[in-house]
């Protein structure tokens, strides 16, 4: 490289839409890809926190808008997906990152590694609220960009699942089935659109230290749990996870299809 050229960056030219871009993993995904060269796409349901991550990308020299979107909605999908295709001319990269944990305060109990209310008492209510957001959610972005990504060519889409994908535990059923649900709805989209290049794969974080584990690792008997489970010795940081992202997003993974990637600090290999 001559002195002075500048280095082109691993996602480079790509067009990005990261939902649940207002926190955490999404929003450091979002700075991460958009640092890498890609205009990002910002969505979420916190518009005043989605629109400070956007400022702060541009502030940093990178491309991005901020979109009100709310991924349970197949409408506000079609509709964010044609402006997103209009505006930019393709589409080559989705981060479905929005998810809620379902968690009630009040049960915040520790009965094994994880926190969270028991079967018995989950509600069927919230148990559709979590079902809907986090893997409804999923499969509506991903059906969204098939059409826009087989015109671009191909692409890549990045479902962000869990450990409770994998393994079970004292955390709500719900959240288990959600992420159970993305895991196994990753490799099966993988496959049928596998023909349009479009690969499609499921990241599966242990426990990162961001607003949604902030009220269980508060608890000092809940973190020391957590970090006894974690042979790395630490929690996560959202930039562990959005380095994921980043390979899978990039065409550094363009072999890769169908796969789980977990970073876990060692956790689920015990
Ligand atoms: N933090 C962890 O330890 C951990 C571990 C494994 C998996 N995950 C998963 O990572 C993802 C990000 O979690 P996080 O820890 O960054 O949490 P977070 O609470 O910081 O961020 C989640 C974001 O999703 C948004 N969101 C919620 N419902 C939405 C909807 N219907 N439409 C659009 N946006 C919506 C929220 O407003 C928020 O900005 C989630 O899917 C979560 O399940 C997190």
Request: hydrophobic share 45%; aromatic share 4%; proline share 4%.
């Amino acid at each position: 490289m001559e002195a002075g050229k500048q280095v082109p960056g691993r996602v480079q030219g790509k067009v990005a839409i990261v939902t649940g871009g207002a926190s955490g993993i999404g929003a450091e995904t979002a700075k991460v890809l958009a640092a890498e060269g890609a205009a990002v796409v910002v969505c979420d349901v916190n518009d005043a926190l989605g629109q400070v991550i956007v400022y702060e990308i541009k502030a940093a020299g990178g491309t991005a808008v901020y979109r009100n979107l709310d991924v349970a909605s197949e409408a506000q999908w079609a509709a964010l997906v044609a402006e997103t295709e209009e505006a930019y001319g393709r589409l080559g990269i989705l981060t479905n990152i929005a998810g809620i944990s379902g968690r009630d305060p009040a049960q915040n109990i520790q009965t094994g590694l994880t926190a969270g209310g028991l079967l018995e008492d989950q509600t069927l209510e919230k148990w559709n609220q979590i079902m809907e957001v986090n893997a409804t959610g999923t499969f509506l972005g991903t059906k969204a960009v098939i059409a826009p990504m087989r015109r671009a060519g191909g692409g890549s889409v990045i479902n962000i699942s869990s450990i409770c994908g994998i393994v079970g535990s004292f955390a709500n059923v719900a959240y288990h089935a959600s992420k159970g649900a993305v895991r196994i709805f990753s490799k099966a989209a993988a496959i049928q659109h596998a023909p349009d290049r479009i690969r499609v794969n499921s990241i599966h974080p242990g426990f990162v230290d961001t607003p949604m584990t902030q009220p269980g690792h508060a608890n000092p008997e809940v973190a020391k749990q957590r970090m006894d489970a974690t042979p790395l010795g630490r929690f996560g940081t959202p930039n562990d996870i959005a380095m994921g992202c980043l390979y899978l997003a990039s065409d550094e993974a363009s072999w890769v299809t169908g796969s789980e990637l977990v970073i876990d600090g060692g956790m689920t290999a015990n």
